[in-house]
C-alpha cells in the first residue's frame, strides 16, 4: 500500500501514473530469447496498443505481465514489471491476486461452459471465497454487463450457456467478468481478431468507454484498429521495442524507417 | 464401369481440341504442358474415371460398411439366440415370482427351485462394492494424470495403467484366491477369505484402470482455453479442476463409471475365484456370495441340452442382457438430461 502511493505520488509528479511498467525485461522460452531489454510505460487510464509483425514478441510481452505464459512451465524471465507501482516478478506475489488485478481478454472469446451468469461472477466469486448473496450477486451481474453494454442483449436469458452466445456477445462477457473484482489493468491480445467488422467495431467503442477507469494494454495485428482505437502506440520488432508515441505522431511522423515500413505494410 | 472408361478413351482420343488458344505460334500442335505422350484437355475428361482409384473407393466402401452393420447384425443374433433358447421357457414354464423373489437355487434337485434372488444379490453387491472402491481411484487417477503430471511421468503412468487394465481376468481372480483370501482371513479374523468384500475389490482394482483411461479421455477432451481462461482469472489448480474441467467433463466421466458398471456386471472369472461362490444372501461384506454370470459359467457345462436347468441359465443371460442394456440406457437419459439442462 505504501509503495502503491509513493509510486502514483512520484509518477504523478512526473506527469504522468504508470499503469504498466518494465525495465531491462528479457524473457526466454526454453534456449529462444523472445524478449530483448523490453522497456515500456504504459500510462493509467489510457489505450495503448502493441502492434508489429508476426514473432515479434508482443503477445509474449503481454502475456508476461500477467505471468499467465508460465503456464507453459519452460518460461524464464529477467528484469522488472510492475504493475501500478508493484513489481509482479517478485517471488512473494501471489499470481491468482495478480490475475485478478490484471485481468486478461484472448484472441478467441474464452467463456467458460456455465451460464452467462456463472461467467460473470466466477472471478468475483473466487475472490471472496464463496457464493455471495443472491441480490449482491444479482447486483454485481446487472453492474458488470451494463459496463460493456450488454445487459439489455442478455438480461432475461442470464441463466442460458455462455458459449451459445454470439461471438462478439462472447468477447463483451469475456471483458465483463474481468470487471467485478475490479482490476487495474486489461490485457487484450487481438481481442477483436475473430469477430466479424460490425463486433470488431463494437467492442472497439467499449474500449474507447472503459479507458480512463481501466488501463488497456491491447496486441493488435490490424493498423486501422491501432490507429482509431489507442491513445499511445507501441511497436516492437523481433523482440525489441523500436517506438513509443502517442498514435497520431507514430502513424503521421514515425521515428524510425522500420516503423514507416512496417505502417506502410512494406513487411509484416 | 470398365465399359464406360473404355469407351470414354477410346471416343476421346483421337478428338482435336476444338480451336486454337489465341497467341500460340501457328503450327505448333497443344501438346501436353509436362511432356509425355498427348492427352485429350482436361475439360474433355470431364466424365473419364480414374480406374485403380474407382476400384479401390468402392472396395474401401463395403468393406467399412460391412464392418459398420457386423457390429449391429452380430449384437442381434447373439440377442436372438439367448432369446431363443430362454425366452420363451421364461415366459411360459418359469414362475418368474419365484425367479425374483426366492434365495432358493436347486436346479439339480427332483423338483428343481429356480430362485434366482442369491444370484442377483450378489452380483449386485460385488459390483457395488467395486464401484465404492473403483470409481475414487479411479477419478482420482485421471485427474492426477491428465492434470498434474507431466512429461515422463504422465507418459509411464498412462502405460503402466493400460498394462494394467491389460491384465487377465484369471490373473485377479488368482490374486484373489491366493493374497486376498489369507489376508482378510487374518485382518478380520473371519473363518473365509472368498467374499463379497475379497470379489468387490479385486473387480474394483480391475474395473479402475479401464475407467481411468475413459475418465483421462475425457478430461483430456475439455479445452485448454478452459482452463486459461479460469487460471487468468485467478483460479487456483483445483478450483480450475473441480469449478471447470469436471464439469465440462461431466459426460464422458459418467459414462466412464458406467463402463465399469458394466464391466462388473459382466465380469465372470475373476468373481468366480475370489466370492467363494456360494449360494448365499449376503448380508455383510464377510458372507460368501454367488454372481449370476459365475452361475452360468460354472453349471452351463453340466446340464443337458435343452433341459430345464439348461433354459433357466439362458434366462439368467436374458436377465444380465436387459440390465446391461439398461445401464447403457439410463447413462444416455442421463447424457441428454444433461445436455438439455447446460444449454
Partial sequence: MVSDTTSTAAATATGKAKAIQTRKLNLWYGSFQALFDVDIDVVQGKVTSLIGPSGCGKSTLLRSINRINERLGYVRTTGTIEVMGHNVLDPSVELTQLRRAAGMVFQRPNPLPLSIRDNLLFAYRLDRGGKGSRSDEDEVVEKALKEVLLWDQVKDRLLQKATELSLEEQQKLCIARLLPVKPSVLLMDEPCSALDPEATRAVEDLLWQLRGEYSILIVTHNMAQARRASDECIFMLMGKVVEHSATVEMFVTPKHQETADYLEGRFG | ?343
Fill in chain 2, 1 to 343: 464401369m470398365s465399359d464406360n472408361t473404355v469407351d470414354n478413351t477410346s471416343s476421346g482420343t483421337p478428338a482435336q481440341p476444338p480451336g486454337k488458344p489465341p497467341g500460340k505460334p501457328p503450327g505448333k500442335p497443344p501438346g501436353p504442358p509436362y511432356g509425355g505422350t498427348p492427352k485429350r484437355r482436361r475439360e474433355d475428361r470431364l466424365e473419364d474415371r480414374i480406374d485403380a482409384a474407382w476400384i479401390w473407393d468402392r472396395i474401401a466402401r463395403a468393406t467399412i460398411f460391412l464392418g459398420g452393420i457386423s457390429a449391429i447384425v452380430f449384437v442381434l443374433a447373439i440377442f436372438l439366440f439367448i432369446a431363443r433358447e430362454g425366452l420363451g421357457f421364461a415366459l411360459s414354464e418359469l414362475d418368474l415370482g419365484y425367479f425374483f423373489t426366492s434365495p432358493n437355487w436347486r436346479p439339480t434337485n427332483e423338483t428343481p427351485q429356480f430362485g434366482a434372488l442369491a444370484l442377483i444379490a450378489g452380483t449386485a453387491s460385488i459390483t457395488g462394492l467395486a464401484m465404492l472402491i473403483a470409481v475414487p481411484f479411479a477419478l482420482g487417477a485421471a485427474i492426477y494424470i491428465g492434470e498434474f503430471a507431466t512429461g515422463k511421468t504422465r507418459e509411464t503412468l498412462k502405460v503402466l495403467v493400460e498394462l494394467l487394465a491389460a491384465t487377465p481376468s484369471v490373473v485377479w481372480g488368482f490374486i484373489g484366491l491366493s493374497i486376498m483370501n489369507p489376508l482378510i482371513i487374518e485382518m478380520f479374523d473371519v473363518p473365509i477369505g472368498l467374499t463379497v468384500l475379497n470379489a468387490g475389490i479385486i473387480l474394483g482394482l480391475m474395473a479402475a484402470p479401464i475407467m481411468t483411461t475413459i475418465a483421462e479421455d475425457a478430461l483430456k477432451a475439455v479445452p485448454d482455453s478452459y482452463r486459461e481462461a479460469a487460471e487468468a482469472m485467478g483460479a487456483t489448480r483445483w478450483q480450475i479442476i473441480r469449478q471447470v474441467v469436471i464439469p465440462s467433463a461431466k459426460h464422458g466421466l459418467v459414462a466412464a463409471i458406467l463402463l465399469g458398471v458394466g464391466r462388473g456386471f459382466g465380469e465372470t472369472m475373476a468373481v468366480l475365484m475370489a466370492s467363494g461362490h456360494a449360494i448365499n444372501m449376503p448380508t455383510s461384506p464377510f458372507d460368501s456370495a454367488r454372481a449370476l454370470t459365475a452361475t452360468i459359467a460354472s453349471e452351463l457345462g453340466e446340464t443337458a441340452n435343452g433341459s430345464e436347468h439348461y433354459r433357466v441359465l439362458f434366462t439368467l443371460g436374458i436377465f444380465l442382457f436387459l440390465v446391461t442394456f439398461v445401464i447403457n440406457l439410463l447413462a444416455d437419459v442421463l447424457v441428454r438430461k444433461g445436455d438439455k439442462k447446460r444449454s
